[in-house]
């Protein structure tokens, strides 16, 4: 199976940057699309950013210019830098990878499709 570690959650004041980190570790055979998601209190998860593996990324129109996105292949790792961040920036932050892992008991390289924990990510006004 593949598991997900989310870090770099926390408080900041309105104005202020926190850097997320997201990385995968079990069976993985590739890795094609890394995304960023986001819930806030009473509304429904978004994706906020995500990056494929050619580098192509993409965002939501609320973050675009403030947030960036990338990956370190190597370590299997996605980014997510968030600055200028605002009160409505505030919520659980998500973590998703795509890709396909060994199957050793069938010997078969399946699509995967898992979500980290999730890291809270508060901005005070």
């Known amino acids: 199976q593949v598991q997900l570690v989310e870090s770099g959650g926390g408080l900041v004041q309105a104005g202020g940057s926190l850097r997320l980190s997201c990385t995968a570790s079990g069976n993985i055979v590739s890795i094609n699309t890394m995304n960023w998601c986001r819930q806030a209190p009473g509304k429904q998860r978004e994706l906020v950013a995500g990056?494929?593996?050619?580098?192509?990324?993409d965002y939501a129109d609320s973050v675009k210019g403030r947030f960036i996105v990338s990956r370190d292949n190597a370590k299997k790792t996605v980014f997510l830098q968030m600055n200028s961040l605002k009160p409505e920036d505030t919520g659980v932050y998500y973590c998703?990878?795509?890709?396909?892992?060994?199957?050793?008991?069938?010997?078969?390289?399946?699509?995967?499709?898992?979500w980290g924990q999730g890291t809270q990510v508060t901005v005070s006004s």
């Open positions: 990056i494929t593996s050619a580098g192509d990324t």
């Open positions: 998703n990878v795509q890709g396909t892992r060994w199957d050793s008991r069938n010997l078969r390289t399946p699509p995967f499709d898992s």
